[in-house]
């Protein structure tokens, strides 16, 4: 019954729900239907809502496997078939920090998403995405890795660039450039790697952006905070 009514869920959320550690959160804005459902499918694994949010955290790559299959409607339905049927989220940055004036420059080149991480590395061209996108990370380690990617992450970037987004904040990071390139990628890894979350989905709940740069004005959502969607 509960599978039946799944074809009739509006996901209020995109997939990279699954890299948001805030159980509260995965029951607001996927709904108690579709947790109920991955429930069912992981139940050799876990038993609760907790534990579910623990384990596709801590293994992104299964999450394209459980959800296989469904159909999900709502505004992210395009986001969710590609990821159902192919494994596929869109490496762009998706939140839309506060505007800081800013003409730093980073030299440090990691301009896809974490929520990319979600991705299924079956071919090549989504491994060379990482490897020319984020060619930066792979100073940090050889690969990406499978599971437990933020305790991974977490232990290999720099202390002086995480340093950074604590002093500043991270819509200072969001600002500054990479090349031609702002660094909002970057940012959401930075605010990622301190919260368990994803910065976008913290605006949609309400959650203020952490800001302490001068000039930077934090604003609530849903007033013009938000962006919707992805950006290259």
């Known amino acids: 019954m509960v599978l039946s009514l799944l074809y009739l869920v509006k996901a209020r959320v995109d997939p990279c729900i699954f890299l948001h550690r805030e159980p509260r959160d995965w029951v607001e804005l996927l709904g108690r239907d579709?947790?109920?459902v991955l429930l069912e499918r992981l139940s050799?694994?876990?038993?609760?809502?907790?534990?579910?949010?623990?384990?596709i955290f801590s293994n992104p790559r299964v999450a394209h496997l459980v959800v296989r299959g469904l159909r999900i409607?709502?505004?992210?339905?395009?986001?969710?078939l590609l990821f159902a049927e192919g494994g596929y989220v869109h490496p762009g940055a998706r939140a839309a920090w506060p505007y800081v004036k800013n003409d730093v420059v980073l030299d440090v080149r990691v301009q896809v998403s974490p929520c990319y991480l979600l991705t299924s590395l079956t071919s090549g061209d989504r491994r060379y995405v990482w490897r020319n996108r984020a060619s930066a990370l792979f100073k940090w380690v050889s690969?990406?890795?499978?599971?437990?990617?933020?305790?991974?992450f977490r232990e290999a970037f720099p202390r002086w660039l995480r340093?950074?987004?604590w002093?500043?904040?991270?819509?200072?990071?969001?600002?500054t450039r990479w090349r031609d390139?702002?660094?909002?990628?970057?940012?959401?890894?930075?605010y990622w790697l301190d919260t368990g979350r994803m910065p976008h989905?913290?605006?949609?709940?309400?959650?203020?952006?952490?800001?302490n740069s001068s000039g930077c004005t934090t604003v609530q959502a849903p007033r013009g905070f938000v962006q919707f969607g992805v950006s290259a």
């Open 34 to 36: 579709f947790v109920e």
């Open 44 to 55: 050799h694994v876990v038993n609760s809502v907790d534990e579910l949010v623990d384990y």
């Open 73 to 80: 409607g709502g505004r992210f339905r395009d986001e969710w």
């Open 143 to 152: 690969d990406v890795p499978e599971s437990r990617p933020w305790e991974v």
């Open 163 to 165: 340093e950074l987004a």
């Open 167 to 175: 002093e500043r904040g991270y819509a200072w990071v969001a600002w």
């Open 181 to 190: 390139r702002r660094n909002g990628h970057l940012a959401e890894w930075l």
């Open 201 to 211: 989905i913290d605006f949609m709940m309400g959650r203020r952006a952490v800001c």
